[in-house]
Protein backbone atom coordinates (compact mmCIF):
# COMPACT_ATOMS: atom_id res chain seq x y z
CA UNK A 1 0.00 0.00 0.00
CA UNK A 2 1.36 3.52 -0.94
CA UNK A 3 1.48 6.29 1.64
CA UNK A 4 1.05 9.60 1.18
CA UNK A 5 4.33 10.59 1.42
CA UNK A 6 5.15 8.30 -1.58
CA UNK A 7 2.62 10.52 -3.25
CA UNK A 8 4.15 13.61 -2.09
CA UNK A 9 7.46 12.73 -3.17
CA UNK A 10 6.08 12.32 -6.90
CA UNK A 11 3.98 15.61 -6.69
CA UNK A 12 7.62 17.42 -5.08
CA UNK A 13 9.60 15.49 -7.83
CA UNK A 14 7.35 16.65 -11.12
CA UNK A 15 7.21 20.35 -9.37
CA UNK A 16 11.40 20.29 -8.84
CA UNK A 17 11.83 19.38 -12.66
CA UNK A 18 9.46 22.05 -13.89
CA UNK A 19 10.99 24.74 -11.50
CA UNK A 20 14.43 23.21 -13.29
CA UNK A 21 13.02 24.21 -16.54
CA UNK A 22 11.89 27.37 -15.56
CA UNK A 23 15.12 27.88 -14.19
CA UNK A 24 17.10 26.77 -17.07
CA UNK A 25 14.91 28.97 -19.32
CA UNK A 26 15.51 31.96 -17.38
CA UNK A 27 19.10 31.35 -17.21
CA UNK A 28 19.79 31.24 -21.06
CA UNK A 29 17.48 34.49 -21.34
CA UNK A 30 19.74 36.44 -18.85
CA UNK A 31 22.95 35.01 -20.70
CA UNK A 32 21.64 35.91 -24.14
CA UNK A 33 22.36 39.52 -23.17
CA UNK A 34 18.71 40.32 -24.80
CA UNK A 35 15.86 41.76 -23.25
CA UNK A 36 13.10 39.68 -22.90
CA UNK A 37 9.49 41.54 -24.07
CA UNK A 38 8.05 43.38 -21.34
CA UNK A 39 11.30 42.50 -18.98
CA UNK A 40 14.59 43.94 -18.04
CA UNK A 41 17.61 41.82 -17.52
CA UNK A 42 17.64 42.36 -13.82
CA UNK A 43 14.32 41.45 -13.35
CA UNK A 44 14.44 38.49 -15.53
CA UNK A 45 18.11 37.60 -13.28
CA UNK A 46 15.91 38.54 -10.05
CA UNK A 47 13.28 35.48 -11.09
CA UNK A 48 15.93 33.19 -11.83
CA UNK A 49 17.75 32.90 -8.54
CA UNK A 50 14.39 33.04 -6.81
CA UNK A 51 12.89 30.24 -8.87
CA UNK A 52 16.04 28.28 -8.60
CA UNK A 53 16.29 28.62 -4.84
CA UNK A 54 12.59 27.04 -5.07
CA UNK A 55 13.51 24.24 -7.22
CA UNK A 56 16.20 23.41 -4.88
CA UNK A 57 13.59 23.67 -1.71
CA UNK A 58 11.30 21.18 -4.04
CA UNK A 59 14.07 18.86 -5.22
CA UNK A 60 14.91 18.55 -1.14
CA UNK A 61 11.68 17.84 -0.33
CA UNK A 62 11.30 15.40 -2.77
CA UNK A 63 14.31 13.57 -1.50
CA UNK A 64 13.28 13.53 2.12
CA UNK A 65 9.57 12.44 1.80
CA UNK A 66 11.24 9.40 -0.55
CA UNK A 67 13.30 8.77 2.35
CA UNK A 68 10.72 8.71 4.67
CA UNK A 69 8.86 6.70 2.86
CA UNK A 70 8.29 2.92 3.86
CA UNK A 71 7.35 2.21 0.49
CA UNK A 72 9.98 4.43 -1.69
CA UNK A 73 13.12 2.75 0.90
CA UNK A 74 15.26 5.51 -0.32
CA UNK A 75 18.41 5.63 1.58
CA UNK A 76 20.70 8.84 2.50
CA UNK A 77 23.64 7.11 0.71
CA UNK A 78 21.34 7.06 -2.50
CA UNK A 79 20.94 10.48 -2.14
CA UNK A 80 24.54 10.96 -2.10
CA UNK A 81 26.52 8.66 -4.30
CA UNK A 82 24.92 7.80 -7.36
CA UNK A 83 24.12 4.21 -9.02
CA UNK A 84 24.02 2.47 -5.53
CA UNK A 85 19.94 2.14 -5.09
CA UNK A 86 18.13 -0.76 -4.98
CA UNK A 87 15.34 0.31 -7.13
CA UNK A 88 16.67 1.13 -10.68
CA UNK A 89 19.80 2.21 -9.74
CA UNK A 90 20.87 3.46 -12.89
CA UNK A 91 17.29 5.57 -12.97
CA UNK A 92 17.92 6.49 -9.91
CA UNK A 93 21.64 7.46 -10.23
CA UNK A 94 20.83 9.93 -12.71
CA UNK A 95 18.44 11.71 -9.78
CA UNK A 96 21.45 11.43 -7.70
CA UNK A 97 23.67 12.81 -9.69
CA UNK A 98 21.31 16.04 -10.94
CA UNK A 99 21.16 16.62 -7.14
CA UNK A 100 25.03 16.79 -6.68
CA UNK A 101 25.36 18.91 -9.51
CA UNK A 102 22.29 21.32 -7.73
CA UNK A 103 24.62 21.03 -4.70
CA UNK A 104 27.80 22.04 -7.02
CA UNK A 105 25.93 24.97 -8.58
CA UNK A 106 24.28 26.24 -5.48
CA UNK A 107 27.77 25.96 -3.48
CA UNK A 108 29.72 28.13 -5.97
CA UNK A 109 26.88 30.75 -6.29
CA UNK A 110 27.48 31.11 -2.82
CA UNK A 111 31.01 31.37 -2.84
CA UNK A 112 30.63 33.59 -5.97
CA UNK A 113 32.42 36.47 -4.53
CA UNK A 114 35.38 34.21 -3.23
CA UNK A 115 35.98 32.17 -6.31
CA UNK A 116 35.57 34.97 -8.72
CA UNK A 117 32.80 35.48 -11.70
CA UNK A 118 35.44 33.10 -14.07
CA UNK A 119 35.54 30.20 -11.87
CA UNK A 120 31.55 30.88 -11.11
CA UNK A 121 30.49 31.11 -14.88
CA UNK A 122 32.85 27.34 -15.28
CA UNK A 123 31.07 26.22 -12.21
CA UNK A 124 27.46 26.77 -13.63
CA UNK A 125 27.99 25.21 -16.77
CA UNK A 126 26.58 22.27 -14.48
CA UNK A 127 23.35 23.24 -14.97
CA UNK A 128 23.52 22.00 -18.74
CA UNK A 129 23.81 19.00 -17.21
CA UNK A 130 21.69 18.75 -14.56
CA UNK A 131 18.95 19.64 -16.33
CA UNK A 132 18.80 16.80 -19.06
CA UNK A 133 20.22 14.32 -16.20
CA UNK A 134 16.96 15.67 -14.01
CA UNK A 135 15.01 14.57 -17.15
CA UNK A 136 15.45 11.46 -18.06
CA UNK A 137 15.52 10.45 -14.00
CA UNK A 138 11.50 11.26 -13.90
CA UNK A 139 11.71 9.65 -17.46
CA UNK A 140 13.21 6.41 -16.30
CA UNK A 141 12.89 6.42 -12.92
CA UNK A 142 9.43 7.47 -11.99
CA UNK A 143 6.56 5.37 -11.90
CA UNK A 144 4.51 7.56 -13.98
CA UNK A 145 7.66 7.61 -16.29
CA UNK A 146 5.67 6.38 -19.12
CA UNK A 147 2.38 7.83 -18.60
CA UNK A 148 0.28 9.84 -20.91
CA UNK A 149 0.50 13.05 -18.58
CA UNK A 150 4.20 13.05 -17.67
CA UNK A 151 5.25 12.33 -21.25
CA UNK A 152 3.47 15.59 -21.82
CA UNK A 153 4.89 17.06 -19.06
CA UNK A 154 8.19 16.20 -20.10
CA UNK A 155 7.69 17.12 -23.80
CA UNK A 156 6.54 21.13 -22.48
CA UNK A 157 9.94 21.11 -20.24
CA UNK A 158 12.00 19.83 -23.39
CA UNK A 159 10.20 22.17 -25.65
CA UNK A 160 10.36 24.90 -23.17
CA UNK A 161 14.39 24.79 -22.61
CA UNK A 162 14.10 24.18 -26.61
CA UNK A 163 12.65 27.77 -28.03
CA UNK A 164 14.86 29.77 -25.16
CA UNK A 165 17.68 28.02 -26.51
CA UNK A 166 16.89 28.38 -30.06
CA UNK A 167 16.19 32.11 -29.12
CA UNK A 168 19.54 32.58 -27.78
CA UNK A 169 21.05 31.26 -30.39
CA UNK A 170 19.38 33.40 -33.27
CA UNK A 171 20.09 36.36 -31.18
CA UNK A 172 16.60 37.94 -31.69
CA UNK A 173 13.64 38.28 -29.42
CA UNK A 174 10.16 37.21 -30.23
CA UNK A 175 9.06 40.78 -29.87
CA UNK A 176 8.74 42.51 -33.65
CA UNK A 177 11.39 44.57 -34.68
CA UNK A 178 10.80 48.12 -34.41
CA UNK A 179 11.12 50.19 -37.44
CA UNK A 180 13.08 52.95 -37.38
CA UNK A 181 11.09 56.16 -37.82
CA UNK A 182 10.56 57.62 -40.69
CA UNK A 183 12.41 60.66 -41.58
CA UNK A 184 10.86 62.64 -44.68
CA UNK A 185 13.82 64.16 -46.74
CA UNK A 186 14.49 68.01 -47.15
CA UNK A 187 12.29 69.76 -49.21
CA UNK A 188 14.44 72.75 -50.27
CA UNK A 189 18.62 71.71 -50.85
CA UNK A 190 19.18 75.24 -53.15
CA UNK A 191 21.05 76.56 -49.69
CA UNK A 192 23.49 73.62 -50.20
CA UNK A 193 25.41 74.61 -52.81
Known sequence: MTS???YAGRGFGVSAL?????????????????????????????????TSLTAV???ALHVVTLMLDPYAQLRLLDAVIPFG????????????VAID?????VVSSLLRQHIGLRAWRALHWAAYLCWPTAMLHALGNGTDGRSTWMLAVLAVCLLAVGVATLWRLLGRSFAPEE???????????????
Open 4 to 6: ALW
Open 18 to 50: CLLTLVMVLGICTRSGQPLPGLPRFAVAAVHRT
Open 57 to 59: LFV
Open 85 to 96: GAYRPFWQGLGT
Open 101 to 105: LIVLL
Open 179 to 193: QPFPVPPPRDLAGLS
